[in-house]
């Protein structure tokens, strides 16, 4: 089968950082579905696991972990899906990932794909929504007309995160957006107010009406927001962040308020195979019937063909600036 992949870790203006490769088709076992991808989104992990350094990897590995396709096999405990079925998926950080024209996914974690979306704008969905509904329910445990402030609402996370906050939690968002476009972007997804991130936050949370916020979720730069978050969080508020931070983190600032601090970090239930991991796959057929109702829209926005190494090194150096607005999805090999 064809697949993307890398053995040594390159920037990715080296033409070899990611390669057109030919591997064995795998064969799915227990509650494994094979699936035939039709379409892959690219996530700032791919960027982070491709991250240039000194290890050789003795066979192609394969990247990426955001798939729409068709199930073309099932494995013998197979019980969620059959041959034919449409799903999308993120997947498990520590097996191959969707970059390859077949792959193998525990049922638990995959989901029905909506029926009302091409592949490629299912494809956008997974990893985020994943990561967006556990921050949100698992994490935050939101409840109804609280505030929420969004740091980084025009990414793939945040794009998500807006619409389930409005319009499935509800939620009063404040997202944050630095430029014209993604300020414009926001705002279409739902969020109540826009503040930028590279300003003060609790100042401009004040100009905006609030002195605190319920709940902060960062999705971005945890190092940089984290003592704003602290401010402006409410007394018993909550603080979940998504971004490893690279200098320790002083939760000491929340004694006084009583407040929260909870990562989310959504191949947590894959990883450590919890006895809940099914969650993710029924989450993802909750988002599913979202979409179908015409709740949330695919956060897509830009689109590559075919499904090669030049296309996915361009879908990172892209994801590389920081500025991504919304998904870039790949599709057909
Ligand atoms: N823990 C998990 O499970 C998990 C899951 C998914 C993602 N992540 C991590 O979460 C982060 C975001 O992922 P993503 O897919 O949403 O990324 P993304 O799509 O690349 O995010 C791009 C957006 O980030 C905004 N941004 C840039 N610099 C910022 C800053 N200093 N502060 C706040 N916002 C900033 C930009 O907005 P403007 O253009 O308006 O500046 C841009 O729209 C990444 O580090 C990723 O690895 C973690």
């Not at 192609?60 to 955001?66: A, E, I, K, N, S």
Request: proline share 5%; aromatic share 6%; with cysteine.
């Amino acid at each position: 089968m064809k697949a993307i992949a890398l053995t040594r870790y390159l920037p990715i203006d080296n033409p070899e950082s990611l390669l057109d490769v030919q591997l064995d088709q795998p064969v799915p076992q227990g509650r494994d579905l094979l699936v035939a991808i039709k379409a892959i989104a690219v996530n700032p992990v791919d960027v982070k696991v491709r991250a240039p350094k000194d290890t050789v990897e003795k066979a192609p590995r394969v990247l990426g972990w955001d798939a729409a396709g068709v199930v073309q096999a099932v494995g013998p405990e197979v019980s969620r899906f059959k041959v034919g079925d449409r799903v999308f998926y993120a997947g498990d950080i520590t097996r191959p990932g969707s970059n390859s024209e077949f792959q193998l996914v525990d049922e638990r974690i995959a989901g029905n794909m909506p029926q009302t979306l091409s592949f490629e704008q299912a494809a956008a969905l997974p990893l985020t929504a994943i990561t967006a509904w556990e921050a949100l329910f698992d994490r935050l445990k939101v409840a109804p007309g609280k505030s929420l402030l969004i740091i980084g609402g025009a990414g793939g996370v945040g794009s998500i995160a807006i619409q389930l906050a409005v319009k499935v939690a509800g939620l009063n968002v404040i997202a944050t957006a630095s430029r014209p476009e993604s300020e414009q972007w926001v705002r279409e997804l739902g969020a109540q107010h826009v503040i930028n991130h590279f300003g003060d936050l609790p100042a401009q949370l004040k100009e905006q009406g609030f002195d605190s916020v319920d709940y902060v979720l960062i999705l971005n730069d945890t190092d940089r927001h984290f003592p704003a978050a602290a401010a402006a969080v409410a007394p018993q508020g909550m603080i979940c962040t998504i971004v490893e931070n690279a200098a320790p983190l002083d939760v000491s600032l929340l004694k006084a308020k009583s407040a929260g601090f909870i990562w989310e970090f959504m191949f947590t239930r894959s990883m450590f195979q919890t006895a809940d991991m099914q969650e993710q796959g029924k989450l993802l057929d909750q988002v599913a019937r979202l979409i179908d109702q015409k709740t949330l829209v695919t956060t897509l926005s830009q689109v590559l063909s075919p499904i090669n190494a030049a296309n996915l090194r361009q879908a990172h150096a892209t994801l590389e600036t920081g500025r991504v607005i919304g998904k870039i999805v790949l599709k057909d090999f």
